[in-house]
Structures are given as structure tokens and as C-alpha cells.
Nanobody
């Protein structure tokens, strides 16, 4: 079982920055990959950014150039640095970790979510 605890959400003005943190109960590299998802009211949950155990990163087109995902294995923590925030970034952000215990099987773990609100 993987436990994930997020922090760092809040209210910020357009153009501002926030950094989200996600601390895991074990080594980050024990996971196949970790990522940040978000869900706005009335919308489906979407992938924002992900980082693999090898360090490769992937971003949604809507956040490329503005958000940076990183991980510090010594602290068992993943980060999402969010810059140039826009009102459309407002959502609940969820930390995710996934593992592949055997071929063809993926197990996902989720944090409790943290609210990010971008508004003047």
C-alpha cells in the first residue's frame, strides 16, 4: 500500500505561482511513475504532469512551459512548481503513484487532493 499526502494548495492571483508537494510512504523509485492530476468542477480528472522512475517527464499541453514536475527521492517527495497561473488552472490537484505488479496490471494510488484557486 502506498500512502500519498499532498500540500501546498491555496488561493493565488492570476500570474502568480504555487508549489505543490506530495510525500510518499516509500521510495519514489519503487513506483513505475508518479504524477499530478487535476479535476475542475463538472470536468473529468486530467493528467497535468508525470515523472517516471527513470526521471522522464510528460506534461499536458495546457501547462507546458509553465509547470515543472520534479522529485526528491531522499525526501520521498514529488513537487509541482506552477508558474504563470491562470484562472483555468483552478481545480483540485491530486497526487498519483502507479505500480505494475505484473504484466498487464496497473495499480493506482491517490492522495486526498489539494485545492488550487486562481482568482483576483
Amino acid at each position: 500500500q502506498v500512502q500519498l499526502v499532498e500540500s501546498g494548495g491555496g488561493l493565488v492571483q492570476p500570474g502568480g505561482s504555487l508549489r505543490l508537494s506530495c510525500t510518499t510512504s516509500g521510495s519514489i523509485f519503487s513506483n513505475n511513475a508518479m504524477g499530478w492530476y487535476r479535476q475542475a468542477p463538472g470536468k473529468q480528472r486530467e493528467l497535468v504532469a508525470s515523472i517516471s522512475s527513470g526521471g522522464g517527464t510528460n506534461y499536458a499541453d495546457s501547462v507546458k512551459g509553465r509547470f515543472i514536475i520534479s522529485a526528491d527521492n531522499a525526501k520521498n517527495t514529488m513537487y509541482l512548481q506552477m508558474n504563470s497561473l491562470k484562472p483555468e488552472d483552478t481545480a483540485v490537484y491530486y497526487c498519483n503513484a502507479n505500480r505494475l505488479p505484473r504484466p498487464g496490471v496497473r495499480v493506482d494510488y491517490w492522495g486526498q487532493g489539494t485545492q488550487v484557486t486562481v482568482s483576483s
